[in-house]
């Protein structure tokens, strides 16, 4: 099994600034894609980024040149970071993982609990 536990998140300003840490842990042979997911209220859950084992990052388009992915492979840590934030950011937060966790065998999808990111004034 694996799990993944979130931290960060909050309230901020229009125009502030937030990171969200997820870190994986368990049985984890290889982590293929780790990312996060976005629902607001009334709404279906999004891709916001996602980072593909072989480097390949994807974002959303509403959130493109605002908030950057990375990946600390040895920690099997995700971190977001959310700059120039707008209520239309305003979300539950959920790590997402694809988690191979033995050699030969298939990948899972795992989630995080949500961590909610609020942007208001």
């Known amino acids: 099994q694996v799990q993944l536990v979130e931290s960060g998140g909050g309230l901020v300003q229009p125009g502030g600034s937030l990171r969200l840490s997820c870190a994986a842990s368990?049985?984890?042979?290889?982590?293929?894609?780790m990312g996060w997911y976005r629902q607001a209220p009334g709404k279906q859950r999004e891709l916001v980024s996602l980072?593909?084992?072989?480097?390949?990052?994807n974002y959303v388009d509403s959130v493109k040149g605002r908030f950057t992915i990375s990946r600390d492979n040895a920690k099997n840590m995700v971190t977001l970071q959310m700059n120039s934030l707008k209520p239309e950011d305003t979300a539950v937060y959920f790590c997402?993982?694809?988690?191979?966790?033995?050699?030969?065998?298939?990948?899972?999808?795992?989630w995080g609990q949500g961590t909610q990111v609020t942007v208001s004034s």
């Open positions: 997402n993982a694809v988690v191979q966790s033995y050699p030969g065998r298939g990948s899972g999808t795992y």
């Open positions: 368990g049985s984890i042979f290889r982590i293929n894609a």
């Open positions: 980072i593909i084992s072989d480097g390949i990052i």
